[in-house]
């Protein structure tokens, strides 16, 4: 291939894949952030506690992430081709990739709100403050350092997962590292394919640290 | 006039294995503008007392009444308007570590619905109440203790309360710090009329500020009187022993004086 092609071919890729990733990271977190913000307050000691409303969505993310991505991306092809009208390409695999994002996100969503301060939110309810501003301003807030790493593991791990969706044909450069690397034993393409990966890999942990540590008041200026 | 009442009341927790009496048939009365002391060893239901006067704890039975009102019969938008005159400040301060002092001070602004641009300015005319001015866009984490207590008396005083609770307020304090901020809420309460009522383990705070002290022992109500009455001719046994244990204590440090 000659190398105009290639570099062509992985500019796509690479745009490709972050159109996947970022879109999907984003409507996984308009799914998940509420979930998650919703387990928080249901659970046992959050702020509006309701057992069987927690039981019930505990139980929803518990089965959704126990499904291979694989399997899930096979199984919930019916509803892909219904929602996008094809079950295979870019904007198909956002389905899958949605579907798996979300119940992660609620799960550390949850995770870091619990680490905000129980005496903090006393505080608040002492001020009168009602449920709404406890949840922004309080939960959310004060745990905004938290979440933020948060986004970074889940736009890792939704990177990780796009690669995957190259078997069913799924666009990006996961799917170039399979057609090439795998079917047509170009190795050269798929080691380009998998540095390109790791470099994107590498600039969404850094940015996403950085940014975390940069809005964090906790440690001083 | 009593600006708080509590009638009869019982707080019971429900746990797995047993039902915890926290308080049992409590009653008391604070008057409008003294600085009212709850003492008492640590698990004799103080932090219960005092969380029942704001409902942050609702009681099993009983009634509380704040102004008259009975709190437990309100609706949660009017506790919450309630809850805006019954300002509170913790044992750890409990700011919001991802604002700004001045910010901090602000919430309870917020949370009342004031224009931003005059919760600043008001924020800061509180900050000099407490002679924090020059701290307001310093973060929480980089002032100590007793600023810490400062910024959260600031911040309390920005819902401008008929009253203050304290839970255990000084307790995170060395004892220089403590006597500061006791003055302070001693100040507050003559410059401003404000209620306070102070939960502590210590004697001392209870000496330097309180008019009228409550002795609580194990879920019930010991003793309560003028604090001079009750610390110089105790009647209960729970005031006895925190007046002996006292004893013992600066016999210890006279003691280690004379060394």
């Known amino acids: 291939m000659e190398f105009k092609e290639m570099f062509f ?31 928080t307050i249901t659970d046992v000691d959050g702020i509006r506690p309701n057992p069987v409303l927690y039981k019930i969505l505990d139980v929803i993310i518990n ?37 798996a994002a979300a119940p992660l996100i609620a799960r550390m969503v949850e995770s870091s709100l619990k680490e905000v301060d129980k005496g903090v939110i006393e505080a608040a309810f002492s001020m009168g403050a009602g449920y709404f501003t406890i949840i922004w301003k309080v939960l959310v807030t004060e745990s905004r350092t938290s979440l933020l790493v948060g986004v970074t593991i889940a736009l890792g791990t939704i990177l990780g997962y ?21 079917y047509r034993y170009e190795t050269g393409i798929m080691i380009i394919t998998v540095a390109v990966l790791v470099i994107l890999m590498q600039i969404l942990q850094w940015a996403g640290m950085l940014l975390s540590k940069k809005i964090d008041r906790r440690r001083g200026k | 006039m009593p600006v708080i009442e509590l009638k009869n009341v019982t707080k019971i927790f429900d746990e797995k294995k047993s039902n915890i009496h926290a308080l049992s048939d409590i009653t008391l009365s604070v008057e409008e503008g003294e600085i009212f002391g709850v003492i008492g060893l640590s698990g004799a239901g103080k932090s219960t007392l005092v969380r029942c006067m ?19 019969a309100l609706s949660n938008k009017d506790l919450r308007l309630m809850r805006r005159e019954i300002g509170m400040i913790f044992q750890h301060f409990n700011l919001l570590m991802q604002r700004n002092v001045r ?21 800061m005319e509180y900050l000099e109440i407490v002679g924090l001015r020059e701290k307001a866009d310093a973060y929480p984490v980089q002032l100590s203790g007793g600023q810490k207590q400062r910024v959260a008396i600031a911040r309390t005083l920005a819902s401008n309360p008929r009253i203050i609770l304290c839970d255990e307020a ?33 004697m001392r705070v209870v000496e330097e500020i309180c008019d009228r002290v409550a002795v609580l022992d194990q879920g019930t109500l010991a003793e309560i009187g003028p604090v001079k009455e009750v610390f110089h001719n105790p009647r209960s046994n729970a005031a006895k022993n925190l007046l002996l244990e006292r004893r013992i204590n600066q016999m210890g440090a006279n003691a280690a004086d004379g060394i």
């Open chain 2, 54 to 72: 704001n409902l942050l704890e609702k009681p099993t039975s009983g009634e509380v009444l704040v102004d008259g009102k009975n709190l437990i």
């Open chain 1, 162 to 182: 796009s690669a995957m969706a190259g078997v069913i044909g799924g666009g990006g450069l996961g799917d170039i590292a399979i057609r090439y690397g795998y």
């Open chain 2, 170 to 202: 000084t307790s995170a304090l060395d004892p220089q710090t403590t006597g500061t901020i006791l003055s302070l809420l001693k100040r507050i309460n003559k410059d401003y009329g404000i209620t306070v009522v102070v939960i502590t383990h210590e």
């Open chain 1, 63 to 99: 089965v959704t992430r126990s499904i291979p991505f694989l399997i899930l991306l096979i199984l919930i092809m019916p509803f892909t081709k219904a929602v996008v009208g094809k079950s295979y390409g870019t904007t198909a695999t956002i389905v899958p990739l949605t579907v």
């Open chain 1, 9 to 39: 071919m992985l500019t796509k890729g690479t745009w490709d894949t972050l159109y996947m990733v970022l879109i999907s990271t984003l409507l996984g977190y308009i799914i998940g952030l509420p979930l998650g913000i919703l387990l």
């Open chain 2, 103 to 123: 910010d901090n001070v602000c919430f309870p602004m917020e949370i009342a619905g004031m224009k931003r641009r005059e919760a600043r300015e008001k924020a």
